[in-house]
């Protein structure tokens, strides 16, 4: 299984200048150092809770269609399945009709369920299925929950003070427990 970004978020989920504005740093001295705090938080959050902060496009490649045909999509909230493609050893490729396949966006985690996969060619041996989905809360900042873009403020907070780096041998700095507990309402059960 594979997992590729085919279009990243449009925006951030919090503005430089709400950021600014939450460390009080008045001056423009430090804008690209908490612009890259910003994108790094909310890269954090995405990677750590199987979330998609802003809608995103992505790629999630199987070998096969698994037993019982159900696969769990890795990331959440799904908004739609653009489309599911299979990928022959010969290189071409057949896109599946609407009808044979439903997606449940309401599941956590979403899921995709085959009604069929007709036959053809053989499938390539790796990465021969591809379900293109967007996911994310919406196209702006203000479609992400609030207490995600307080846990972002409060994790470039943490980090902008603390900016050494992690000892050889050392374990990474934990993230704040008021953070994590702002996130957990969001962090993605897996069996």
């Not at 399945?81 to 609407?98: I, M, N, Q």
């Amino acid at each position: 299984m594979a997992l590729a970004l085919t279009s990243a978020p449009a925006v951030e989920p919090v503005s430089l200048a709400q950021a600014k504005a939450h460390l009080r740093v008045d001056e423009d001295a430090e804008d690209n150092l908490i612009s890259a705090l910003m994108t790094s938080a909310r890269s954090w959050v995405e990677r750590q809770y199987g979330l998609a902060l802003i809608t995103q496009g992505w790629s999630f490649y199987l070998d096969r269609v698994p037993e019982g045909g159900a696969v769990a999509l890795p990331l959440a909230p799904l908004q739609t399945v653009e489309a599911v493609t299979l990928h022959a050893e010969d290189g071409g490729a057949t896109e599946l009709e609407a009808g044979d396949y439903a997606y449940d966006a309401v599941s956590k985690p979403a899921r995709l369920v085959f009604k069929s996969v007709s036959g053809g060619a053989p499938l390539r041996r790796l990465n021969g299925i591809e379900i293109a989905y967007r996911c994310g809360f919406g196209d702006g900042a203000h479609d992400v929950p609030a207490p995600i873009r307080q846990a972002l403020l409060l994790l470039v907070a943490h980090w902008y003070e603390r900016r050494e780096p992690v000892p050889a041998g050392g374990e990474p700095p934990e993230v704040p427990a008021m953070v994590a507990g702002l996130l957990a309402p969001y962090r993605q059960v897996r069996l």
